[in-house]
């Protein structure tokens, strides 16, 4: 490979690369965990905007209840689960590990616990439809409880992916800030 001012320097046969400076691998793995971090958050958004839009076209009556029906109970608290996203990525251009903690213990009590209750809700729903067929709520023509539950697979392996790597990069923080204070 040729370098700006030339040909390869003479004695060299590219095999000299062992000497030189490696990037830590808490950094790598802070790196590359940021980076997944803020993928999820780009879906959990993606995902609030649909339940906003339920919440939101279904309160002020901008199509029919037959069309969208009316918000499950559990989707109105899962509406707080854009701050622990936003304390997250507040927490990431500056490796603050208090931010990131705060975020991870309230993605728990606003993003996964609205999606255990609301399970819970339409269980009983998704049992009469499954053994009966009766469908009272619509989504654009689809079950609601249906739209939901898939909806809320999603976004229960979005929330637990984004609190697996929040932790996981909390180690490499808290690892790294360790290494430091033994020097």
């Known amino acids: ?64 209840h037959d069309l969208v029906a009316m918000p499950y109970q559990w989707e109105y608290p899962y509406l707080l689960s854009l701050l622990p996203s936003f304390i997250g990525a507040l927490a990431l251009p500056k490796n603050n590990i208090s931010y990131l903690v705060i975020s991870m213990i309230s993605a728990g009590l606003f993003s996964v616990a609205p999606l255990i209750f609301g399970a819970m809700e339409m269980f009983p729903l998704a049992q009469q439809l499954y053994r009966h067929g009766k469908v009272y709520r619509f989504i654009f023509g689809f079950s609601a409880v249906s739209v939901m539950y898939l909806l809320m697979v999603i976004a229960i392996q979005v929330h637990a992916w984004q609190i697996y790597y929040s932790k996981k990069l909390l180690d490499a923080w808290f690892n790294s800030t360790q290494e430091k204070k033994k020097k």
């Open 1 to 64: 490979m040729a370098s700006r001012a030339g040909p390869r320097a003479a004695g060299t046969d590219g095999s000299d690369f062992k000497h030189r400076e490696k990037v830590a691998s808490h950094y790598q793995m802070s790196a590359s965990l940021k980076s997944e971090i803020k993928k999820l958050t780009v879906v959990h958004f993606f995902i609030w905007i649909l339940v906003a839009a339920q919440v939101a076209v279904s309160h002020l009556n901008l199509v029919s």
